[in-house]
């Protein structure tokens, strides 16, 4: 079946400008995860959703960081004001579980800002 | 916070050799969970360790969880080119990955 997918695959913003990132989770998946990827880094925790709801943002680095998933399914990271510190490949991951489940991953979007 | 380190950093092997990655923590962990990411790619599961010292074999990839649940070990045996990657280890609890091993195997 299909896999977490995500849109754009990469994304070149100004500084200051604002981005809206895509995730479409595998169907079914009561979880959903955002994740932030420096070159050579391992993956840094942004939030977690189960279902609809938001049970933990304590990683996004700043208020400019937002993400929703209103109907428990497909989900959106929006990054507001957008800095050079920003650019990172940002990674959605989904699960049937709670966060201790196998995590089944998106290709990635990679955000450039200038 | 939760902090899990991974040793080495990279290692380079002829094909053939084996490899080995380690990671630890200095609290208990409920679990751990590896991945591997190729290059250019992402993060795909390979395993989760749930109980003290368990052991687990996935063909030439052997997984192992100390005995006080504090770190656990990769070990692949005869390591192939299909191998390359960066191996990360997950503490899912607390989504805390490992900063990884990079693994480059010369043929």
């Known amino acids: 079946g299909a896999g977490v997918s995500q849109s754009p695959r990469y994304k070149v913003a100004k500084r200051g400008q604002d981005v809206a990132l895509r995730c479409d989770p595998i169907s079914g998946h009561v979880s959903l995860f955002w994740y932030q990827q420096a070159l050579g880094q391992g993956p840094e925790f942004l939030t977690y959703?189960?279902?609809?709801?938001?049970?933990?943002k304590s990683g996004l680095p700043s208020d400019r960081f937002f993400a929703e998933r209103p109907e428990g399914s497909v989900s959106t990271l929006k990054i507001q004001r957008t800095q050079q510190e920003d650019s990172a490949v940002y990674l959605c991951?989904?699960?049937?579980?709670?966060?201790?489940?196998?995590?089944?991953f998106g290709p990635g979007t990679r955000l450039t800002v200038t | 916070g939760q902090q899990v380190m991974q040793i080495p950093q990279y290692q380079h092997v002829q094909e053939g050799e084996d490899f080995t990655t380690y990671c630890n923590s200095s609290?208990?962990?409920?679990?751990i969970q590896w991945y591997k990411q190729r290059p250019g790619g992402h993060p795909v599961f390979l395993i989760q360790?749930?109980?003290?010292?368990e052991v687990k074999k996935q063909k030439r990839l052997t997984f192992q969880f100390g005995e006080a649940k504090k770190n656990s070990s990769l070990h692949i045996t005869a390591t192939q080119t299909t191998d390359v990657g960066t191996y990360f280890c997950f503490y899912g609890q607390n989504f805390v990955f490992g900063p990884g091993t990079r693994l480059s195997v010369l043929p």
């Open positions: 609290t208990t962990l409920s679990n």
């Open positions: 959703f189960q279902n609809e709801a938001q049970l933990d």
């Open positions: 360790l749930v109980k003290s010292g």
């Open positions: 991951a989904s699960s049937l579980g709670p966060r201790s489940y196998e995590q089944y």
